[in-house]
């Protein structure tokens, strides 16, 4: 497997950002940018083009819906997936993400061993569906 | 043989006769010792008292014979009642009259026959004393007049039965007066012109507490205390020299006087009569102590209940049975607004209510009883009627118009029979409470962010050392991490069960209802969790007794009950064990879901814990089988949302059953049609009270609707889901509706939405309005009219292009799996059979119909050409068909078994994009 898959993370909590971080480093085919909060996922995204955004949804300022409709108005991200990395994950509210726009909903606590398997299932759906 | 004439007075002779009441009677000794004297006296054979009757001679008392009457015509008496002397013949064999007769000729042989005719006072002879022998015998005229005498003393006696009678007779009116005067439960006390009292009765006695004889004789002042007692000598002479009367013939309260001198109300009627001259009062008393104290209670219990009513702070409301306002307390004056005058005596519920939320609540309420419930008052009451706690949350309005919530509890109110006369409400102002509730809400919401924020960290940090750089560590420290990780694992499903529990208990968490069938979800069920059982050894076992069992539920959250339940099976029961799961029906009502292991069983003792939170039989437990002790509390709130029952059954060591039982699905007859996927509208409007109603509204019009408080996430919305209308605020926190709709009609995806303005410019947005005028449908002023929005809506779902399909299909499955499949994308209706699919298609326009073949009452093709030619065919069935045999109108083939969902919404989707 070739493809490398660039990944967005957004989430205004170091210490999870650098779980993340730890858990994707050495994934064969995944890169990983990471971002502090909303306005500056925004900012990075239109020059990054990430094939896939996760984001966090409680975040000071901008919160994960408010980047992601964001996000949305910029040309060329208009339809690159978003997925809610959330510890909101009753049915309604993850009916609700999806509403408003989110392919999936990663929960939080998350496996971090097995979060590179989930992530990479996500971009798959995401492709072929 | 000579028979005499008849008396001249034979008639009223008779009659006097009878008057005697002396016929037919037994003898009596004051009658036989006068014939046994006449006897001894003349010494004949016979002698005998006979009254002469119509037609016989019957004897009252006789001497020397046995026979007790003999026919009239061939007596001597009935000869001998004809004149007033003495009948007298001396030798019957020469008399030509009798010489013949058979009692000469015959038994007794008579000879001599001497009678003397017995008169009633009237002078009616009605018998005679008469002596009889059978030797002939001259009597002297002593001895005739001796007879006289003899039957004058008979005479007596016969007279006498008159006052025998008559003394009866006042023997008998006296005990009936009596009777009567002692039954009453009155006191009847009579007096004399003196105030003297004659007559005392059983009740008199009983209230003075005086008995007859002691008061009888003595001045019925003693019944009276001052100044009665004095003044009462002087008041009846005063009546009776003047006629003056303060109570004669009118009656009155009076106060009475008991013997222990205690003195008591009483009720006092007199009336006046004179007996043979004399005066005489009789007075009728009436214990009131006894009515006076029921009062005096009545009077207490009543004031009590108004200071309860006015002091309570929970609205008291009561009505009768048809809903006009009997009781309308202080608080709830309060609290509403309103004077009591403007609320008492009319039915004017409807004025603190919100329409729509009463609609809304009938149409719930006509589901949940399987009957028709009316908006109105009934919604209130249909439940306490039917014996049922209703209690409910509604939105309640002031007479300035101002909204506020109220918890409401409805009781039926009864008489001793059982029989509703009325309702009783009792209501909270729940306003603090709510805002406590929303405080709280956001609370749990925050904490549980916060908590399961640093816990990502953790739980992230400990999976990677040991997943990743376990490498260097030492074997203990490894064992710590393990447990470090296994316990962060742990608490994160605490945290994810308390605030699940938490939502399931207050009613928070929303349950998504759907006609579901609990055989395939019990299916499901094992399916998901045969992995699981695989890992503990154990097989899984379905017993479906029913073929479906539909019921009303949510299906994520019955899931979440099979696999509660199921884990627990599986971890209690022992190695290579089964796990046994039946679907059955309880009753008519109910269908039964049984889990079954054969594992150690429950100890009796902790059954009345086994639903509490954080319970195990064995607190070792929770580590070894690991789950948080919360899945049976959620569990339990779960079916009981459902309307359901949960329960087990155990046997110690053999086996453990728990089993739910959720009520049957039952169709309602009020449902607006069968099958009919709700059309979905989009509020804008950032006011949360002013979009609940329009929810409200738009659930009476049988719609479902979402909310957007912003114009951005309507925007959003409305590119995701094909919504059929948009009711828009123009005044929004982040932008112009006006701008919006321009917005909306220049994007490709919603330029058709129609749209209806709600707003307090409504006016204003219309005047200045400058784009089309028919891209908005109405334009509609806050407070908005329910009539009016009705119309709009008719109106914007009319103009609205939405493509409509009919599903023909007898698989319930089927149905459900293509109706979540086309979700929103188009109006799904379903028809079962070619009954119910006939009158929808004749009725109703589809732009797809989707048929199976094999349906009950026959092949889906014979609807073909019944189907409009501009709709389109897809068929949809387990059978293989050749296109070309079929009609050029099938535009689509699919056969059940070989067609994924992706490729069956695929098709459908392409069949509908052209509406």
Known sequence: MTETVRILYVDDDADIRSIVEFALEDEEGLTLELCASGPEAVAKASTLRPDLILLDVMMPGMDGPATLQRLRDQAGLVATPVVFVTAKVQPQEVAHFKSIGAVDVIAKPFDPMALADQIRDLWMHCRNG | MQKPQFPADEAQRLQALRALKVLDTLPEERYDRLTRIARQMFKTSI??????????????????????ETPRDISFCDHAILENRIFYVSDATQDPRFADNPLVVGAPNIRLYAGAPLSTVDGHRVGVLCIIDNQPRCLTAEELQALRDLADCVEVELQQAHIHQAADTLRHWENYLHTV???????????????????FNRAAEHIFNYTAPEVIGKNVNVLMPEPYCSEHDAYLARYQATGEARIIGIGREVAGRRRDGSIFPMDLAVGTATLEGVPLFTGVVRDLSERQRAKRQLDETNHLRQAIL????????STDIKGVIRIFNKAAQRMLGYTEEEMVGKPNLVLIHDPGEIAAHAKALSKELACSIEPGFEVFVAKPRRGQVAENEWTCIRKDGSRFPVSLTVTALRDPQGEITGFLGIGN??????????????????????LRTPLTSIRGALGLVLGKASAGLSPKAQQLLETANRNSERLTLLINDILDLEKIESGRLEFNFKLLDLAALARQALAANEGYAQQHGIRLHLNEEVPQAMVWGDEHRLLQVFANLLSNAIKYSPKNGEVAVSVQPASNAYFRVGVKDNGRGIPAAFRHRIFQRFAQADSSDTREKGGTGLDLSITKAIVERHNGYIDYYSQENESTEFFFELPVWQEVIEADHPGRTRSRVLICEDNPDVA????????????SCDIAATAAAA????????????LLDLTLPDGDGLTMIRQLREDETTHEVPVIVISGRAEEGRNAWSGDALTVVDWLRKPVDSERLAQALDQALRQGRFPRILHVEDDPDIIQITQALIDEAAEYAFATSLREARPRLQAEHFDLIILDITLPDGSGLSLLDEISSDSQVMLFSGLESKTDELSQQIAAVLVKSKTSNERLLATIKKLIDKY
Not at chain 2, 53 to 65: I, P, V
Not at chain 2, 181 to 199: C, H, K, M, P, R
Not at chain 2, 692 to 703: D, H, N, T, V, W
């Open chain 2, 47 to 68: 002698t005998l008292v006979s009254l002469v009757d119509a037609e016989r001679q019957w004897f009252k008392s006789r001497q020397g014979l046995e026979t007790i």
């Open chain 2, 181 to 199: 005067l002692n039954t009453v439960i009155d006191g009847v006390v009579t007096i004399d012109e003196q105030g003297i009292i004659q007559s």
């Open chain 2, 310 to 317: 006015d002091s309570a702070n929970v609205g008291i409301i």
């Open chain 2, 429 to 450: 102002d729940i306003t603090e409470r709510k805002k406590m509730e929303r405080m709280k809400n956001e609370f749990v919401s925050t904490v549980s962010h916060e």
């Open chain 2, 692 to 703: 609940s109603i329009l929810a409200a509204l738009l659930e009476q019009e049988g719609l």
């Open chain 2, 715 to 726: 925007r959003s919305l409305l590119t995701k889901v094909p919504y059929r209308a948009l």
